[in-house]
């Protein structure tokens, strides 16, 4: 009787080991679902709109800023006070104007922080009012932002 134990025992043992190896073999096993990481996913932790003024103006503001300076500056005193302030209105109304016309092409931006997947932080800047809110999963393309959904 105790052959017959161990001989059912050493079978039991022999079983196990080779279901053991097929669980551990590449076809046995349950290939656990891999996580595909995105290298330009993350995101969004704060997110800032202002106006940016143009940087240079086309030149029209400061043609017509000196014309109308120089008109009003040529309106006030005689002689050699009028012709100094003929330049001081013209130079001054140019600069007025020129800054006048900058503040007019003004654009909306938008600033967007974005914590990346990997931990890394970028900052996108975007034209246009602020699309994205704080904790807003996002990818990051060619500068801008896409949202996921």
Request: aromatic share 4%; charged share 20%.
């Amino acid at each position: 009787m105790n052959a017959h134990l161990f001989s059912s025992a050493r079978k039991g043992l022999a079983a196990g080991a080779l279901g053991l190896a097929f669980l551990s073999s590449p076809m046995g096993a349950q290939a656990a679902p891999h996580k595909v990481e995105c290298q330009s996913c993350g995101v969004v932790v704060s997110s800032h709109s202002y106006e940016r003024a143009a940087e240079h103006g086309s030149g029209l503001g400061i043609a017509t800023g000196a014309l109308v300076g120089g008109f009003l500056g040529n309106r006030v005193g005689g002689g050699n006070g009028r012709k100094l302030a003929t330049v001081a209105g013209a130079v001054g109304g140019g600069y007025a104007g020129n800054q006048i016309e900058k503040n007019a092409r003004s654009r909306t931006v938008t600033e967007t922080k974005v914590r990346m997947d990997n931990g890394a932080v970028r900052h996108v800047t975007e034209e246009g009012a602020h699309r994205y809110y704080n904790g807003e999963h996002v990818r990051v393309e060619r500068n801008g932002l896409v949202p996921l959904r």
